[in-house]
């Protein structure tokens, strides 16, 4: 049984259950979104436009499930549309809880304590998909189960980083910007294997490589999260451009039902993702951070998707020679390969128009090898090495074709 954390706020706030008027961090979506009835009893199952911190826990005297997000916008919701069979679950109202914080409030029958609860987070498109199972138990487990108990760090850590960063020292001529994106991080703990989390491990690798490009002396690292903490897809792409990003470099570590599958693999984006990736940012995000250097705040989508298309007709080939010299520098190295290393998917973090971005599945959690490797040291050494020699090894023969075309 979950237990999740609970807010010291436990009275239920006059007004929730109206749609309010947000500039919201995520949306729901209406029509996938709904609370159902099985035979254990009520299950949340909300559909988000992007992953938000969240919590959820359960309150006595009258008995209801209370989640808290930070933060939803509600509008085109209602508790007809939401509730979908009543055995379990009586009304719901939603709303916001205080500026900057959203809840959702589930009138329950009878004592129904949390089962499980957790959010999935899209790799294509960044949305968020949250479940809530509950369970009926005993009065007295009910009462033992719910409560608002203080808010501890635990939940303090779960706030969305600020992707608000000082201006940072210019780089030297001559050296490269490399942004190194641990995947995951805090609310969205990524695939999970004999009690280690992806999260975790990218960071520790993401640490080692940032450490060791800045070691260089011809590059330099920034890093999109330092700490188990959630960055939204989006301000992952502030961050690269604020510091003025020549690449960026997203790490991952998946996970399969089986073993078979071992090794690094370098992503690309899909040729039919390219041809609709300039038009879904200019959909997502905000005019000024669309493309480095230019903002955008008064043209159209139309504008903003053709500026977009003549700057990946530069990124696209350059991107596709970096994945080349990582599958090359990992096999120098000494690292795991893949059987198939090369490799096209639509993901959302791939998206940047203005700047080279791979995704690197470091390896998979589901295989022995590959966790031993993450895991030690000397693992993630070959890793961090063949990614260095790669960077170096690119960057030098871009400079070459860019010196060529001058002449």
């Known amino acids: 049984m979950i237990r999740a954390l609970a807010l010291i706020l436990a009275l239920v706030l006059p007004g929730l259950g109206q749609a309010q008027d947000l500039t919201a961090l995520a949306r729901l979506d209406v029509g ?10 009520p299950e949340v199952d909300l559909f988000l436009s992007q992953p938000v911190p969240w919590r959820a826990f359960t309150l006595t005297d009258p008995a209801r499930l209370v989640l808290d997000f930070r933060e939803v916008d509600w509008r085109g919701a209602t508790a007809e549309t939401l509730l979908q069979g009543r055995v379990g679950a009586s009304d719901l109202r939603f ?34 998909h949250l479940t809530v199972a509950l369970h009926r138990v005993t009065e007295a487990e009910f009462v033992a189960a719910s409560g608002a108990p203080p808010e501890g760090p635990e939940w303090a850590a779960l706030t969305l980083a600020d992707p608000t960063l000082p201006a940072p ?22 695939a999970e294997r004999d009690g280690l989390q992806e999260a975790d491990l990218m960071l520790r690798l993401g640490l080692d490589l940032a450490e060791a490009i800045n070691r260089s002396g011809t590059m330099r690292a920034i890093l999109t999260r330092t700490d188990d903490s959630f960055v939204p897809l989006e301000a992952r792409m502030t961050v690269a451009r604020q510091v003025g990003a020549d690449v960026l470099i997203s790490l991952h570590a998946d996970a399969l039902e089986t073993d078979a599958a071992q090794g690094a693999s370098v992503y690309t984006l899909t040729e039919e993702a390219l041809d609709r990736a300039s038009a879904r940012m200019a959909e997502r995000h905000d005019r000024g951070d669309l493309l480095a250097g230019l903002d955008l705040s008064g043209q159209d989508d139309t504008v903003a998707t053709v500026l977009m298309d003549l700057a990946r007709l530069e990124t696209a080939p350059r991107t596709d020679r970096l994945a080349t010299a990582l599958v090359s520098g990992l096999r120098q190295s000494g690292a795991t390969l893949n059987s198939r290393p090369r490799r096209e998917a639509m993901l959302a973090v791939l998206t940047a128009a203005d700047f080279p971005s791979v995704l690197i599945e470091a390896g998979f959690l589901s295989n022995t090898d590959d966790r031993a490797a993450l895991t030690l040291p000397e693992g993630r050494a070959k890793i961090v090495s063949g990614i260095v020699a790669a960077l170096q090894s690119w960057a030098a023969e871009e400079q070459a074709r860019a010196a060529l075309i001058r002449q």
């Open 32 to 41: 996938q979104s709904a609370v159902r009835d099985t035979r254990a009893g």
């Open 169 to 190: 020292d210019p780089a030297e001529p001559g050296v490269l910007t490399v942004v190194v994106d641990p995947g995951h991080g805090g609310i969205d703990p990524g």
């Open 95 to 128: 709303g916001t809880l205080r500026p900057g914080w959203s809840r959702l409030v589930l009138d329950l029958t009878g004592p129904f304590a949390i089962d499980t609860a957790g959010m999935r987070v899209s790799e294509v498109d960044g949305t968020a």
